[in-house]
């Protein structure tokens, strides 16, 4: 059974920075490609960003390149989002997703979400 369990969520100013953290319970957890996506009020869940199993393809939503980072430890079968220069349209329900295909998290349709840490950006 997979589990993913995001942290790290809060209150932050604009241009401010934020470490969302997802702990998976997998046991495979390094062939698994892991992502983020959020949903802002009243709006779809859109990407974010994903890395593949080991982290050699990453791919980033337009709106967040070059403010935002993902990494992984697989050792500790955790995933990270860095986030910096935190704007007010990045407040959202940040998800933590996971699957075994590299392109389906990037497509939108992992097979596996977290349940959700809220950012909100205050201006």
């Known amino acids: 059974q997979v589990q993913l369990v995001e942290s790290g969520g809060g209150l932050v100013q604009a241009g401010g920075s934020l470490r969302l953290s997802c702990a998976a319970s997998?046991?495979?957890?390094?062939?698994?490609?892991m992502g983020w996506f959020r949903q802002a009020p009243g709006k779809d869940r859109e990407f974010v960003a994903a890395?593949?199993?080991?982290?050699?393809?990453?791919n980033y939503a337009d709106s967040v390149k070059g403010r935002f980072t993902i990494s992984r430890d697989n050792a500790k079968k955790l995933v990270y989002l860095q986030m910096n220069s935190l704007k007010s349209e990045d407040t959202a329900v940040y998800y933590c997703?996971?699957?075994?295909?590299?392109?389906?998290?990037?497509?939108?349709?992992?097979?596996?979400w977290g349940q959700g840490t809220q950012v909100t950006v205050s201006s």
């Open positions: 997703a996971a699957d075994k295909a590299f392109a389906t998290v990037v497509g939108g349709r992992p097979g596996y």
């Open positions: 997998i046991r495979t957890f390094n062939v698994f490609a």
């Open positions: 890395m593949n199993w080991g982290g050699g393809s990453i």
